[in-house]
């Protein structure tokens, strides 16, 4: 256990609590008035977490592309992509069953309802086409001692992210996205993510020299460009417009690289090492809280009318995240007991 890096856990943990406030403070995004302080307070939030869903699969780069961590491909598909299958099955069951009506439903709709599944599970077959890929992508992060590791995230994040970037820009001439289009890079972004996750562990006695002041500098420079330039385009639109906060864009991607440096820089104090067990234990429960965590949400707002907008809007997206994170951790832990569940849905 002592050969575990904590960082890492403790990134997981920020990550997964980034995504509940990214999917409270969207809770009544799209409602409220654009020129509004509700709205500006949401998506200043929203900038601030958009990039959780890089960090996921930098995350998994990290930890699945080091040397000791080489499995078959055999072991690849029954231990790892099989229980992605199932638990994508799973939940997306448990889903359908809570959205539909069951006093006027027939087979086909529970089917249909449970391909269409929830919103938030578009991960999990992302995540299954990214490891898929791992054996390849192992290749090219070992191959000669990475000598093409730097190239090829080099590659990806100019011929995908940037490109993405563009493309995503609503307000461009058709002609210009025709001719992007013919330079496509025949390559997932998130096995981009993937590779610049264990580059960044690869590289990272050069990246942790970096000066705290100077990463935290350019994280919030960046947050405010994008508050700053989705605000002026939604208010030039008059809707709410969220093309910056793609997670295969620019900025998500920018700040994900630099937390994940932060956090790398950061010193486990003797603290934190003393609860080393209870952030591993947290850690590993992220996953299901990100499963599971849209029901608690839609569940305070439906039944106890607690939402984004119950109090100040400054106060209530951290203070409902923090209650759903709680319930959550509840449930994973009651549930963990329970082998069969503990097996297949967390």
């Known amino acids: 256990m002592s050969s575990r890096d904590i960082n890492i856990d403790l990134l997981r943990i920020c990550s997964c609590f980034m995504v509940i406030i990214l999917h409270v403070s969207g809770q009544n995004w799209r409602l409220v008035d654009v020129h509004s302080m509700e709205w500006f307070v949401f998506n200043a939030y929203d900038s601030a977490v958009r990039s959780c869903v890089p960090l996921f699969f930098m995350i998994s780069g990290y930890l699945f592309l080091s040397k000791g961590y080489m499995i078959s491909i055999n072991q690849l598909y029954k231990r790892n992509i099989l229980k992605i299958i199932i638990l994508y099955f799973v939940w997306s069951f ?3 069953v809570f959205r539909v009506d069951f006093t006027d439903i027939s087979f086909e709709t529970l089917i249909y309802e449970i391909l269409q599944s929830e919103f938030h599970l578009w991960y999990l077959p992302a995540l299954i086409s990214v490891y898929i890929m791992i054996p390849l992508l192992w290749c ?5 001692d990475g000598k093409y590791l730097k190239y090829t995230c080099y590659l990806v994040f100019i011929m995908g992210i940037l490109k993405m970037t563009v493309e995503t ?10 001719f992007l289009t013919s330079f496509s890079l025949n390559i997932s972004i998130y096995c981009g993510y993937f590779l610049i996750g264990y580059y960044i562990k690869m590289t990272r006695e050069k990246w942790i020299h970096i000066k705290m002041k100077i990463l935290l500098l350019v994280f919030l420079l960046i947050e405010l460009l994008g508050i700053i330039l989705t605000l002026g385009i939604s208010w030039w639109t008059n809707e709410p417009i969220s093309f910056l906060y793609n997670n295969q864009t620019l900025f998500p991607a920018i700040q994900a690289i630099i937390l994940m440096i932060i956090f790398l820089k950061f010193k486990v104090d003797s603290f934190l090492n003393h609860k080393r067990n209870i952030i591993i234990k947290i850690s590993r429960y992220t996953l299901f809280i990100y499963l599971f965590h849209p029901f608690v949400i839609n569940f305070l707002d439906n039944n106890l009318r607690i939402n984004s907008l119950s109090l100040n809007e400054w106060v209530s997206v951290p203070l409902i995240s923090m209650i759903v994170v709680i319930i959550c951790l ?11 569940v503990k097996k297949w849905i967390i």
């Not at 820009?169 to 025709?178: A, C, D, G, S, T």
């Open 94 to 96: 448990l889903y359908a």
């Open 140 to 144: 090219v992060a070992h191959y000669e």
């Open 169 to 178: 820009v609503p307000f461009l001439p058709e002609i210009f996205n025709e």
């Open 330 to 340: 509840l449930f994973a832990f009651v549930l963990s007991h329970i082998p069969i």
